[in-house]
């Protein structure tokens, strides 16, 4: 595939703003879900098939991308931040992976049925077993904060390279190179 090297390739873009709307998605209904009983069971039935297609699309997303080198970070970048980038990156594919697979886990493990809707019902992944179930609570909890984190990192840093550096990191995952827009309109 001939492209820019300086931009992510198109799947890539989309998924990550797909997965980042669901991912936004998916922190504040958890938030809404444990503060309100009147909306808890909609927002239930939302959570599980949400959490479940992040998990389907980071799959897709780290297969792409072990397919496709993402763009160079910039040679001025300090080696410190390169290293942040690099690692948030990766800390970011093990949080998608992990939150929906802590979820089904938990649920497994309280003997709560995996509806995701249509009468589709997923296998559970472990026994029942309600400590293992209050542990993987706890920890499906825990990993939100510090996806919540994260994503406030990732856009801090994001807002930094365009604002301040200026050096087309933002751009390189917010369009692609001019060539692949042009035939996309085409």
């Known amino acids: ?19 980042a709307a669901m991912i936004l998605a998916m ?51 300090p080696a410190w931040q390169a290293a942040a980038a690099h690692a948030s990156h990766w800390v970011l594919y093990g949080l998608m992976l992990a939150m929906p697979l802590v979820g089904w886990g938990m649920l497994s493990a309280g003997g709560y049925p995996i509806v995701m809707g249509g009468g589709v019902h997923l296998p559970a992944i472990l026994p029942h077993n309600p400590a293992l179930y209050a542990a993987l609570r706890n ?25 301040v550096r200026r050096d087309g ?13 042009n035939d996309d309109a085409g």
């Open 169 to 181: 990191v933002f751009q390189a995952m917010a369009k692609g190179p001019e060539k692949e827009r």
């Open 27 to 77: 922190l504040f209904v958890g938030v809404t879900m444990v503060a309100s009983l009147h909306w808890r069971p909609m927002l239930i039935d939302l959570h599980r098939p949400l959490g479940i297609a992040i998990l389907l699309l980071v799959l897709v997303r780290l297969y792409n991308r072990l397919r496709h080198r993402p763009p160079p970070l910039p040679a001025d970048l």
């Open 139 to 163: 920890a499906h909890s825990l990993l939100a904060y510090v996806l919540f984190a994260t994503v406030v990192m990732h856009l801090s840093a994001a807002l930094f390279h365009l604002w």
């Open 1 to 19: 595939m001939n492209r820019d090297a300086g931009h992510f390739n198109l799947l890539a873009r989309v998924l990550h703003w797909l997965m």
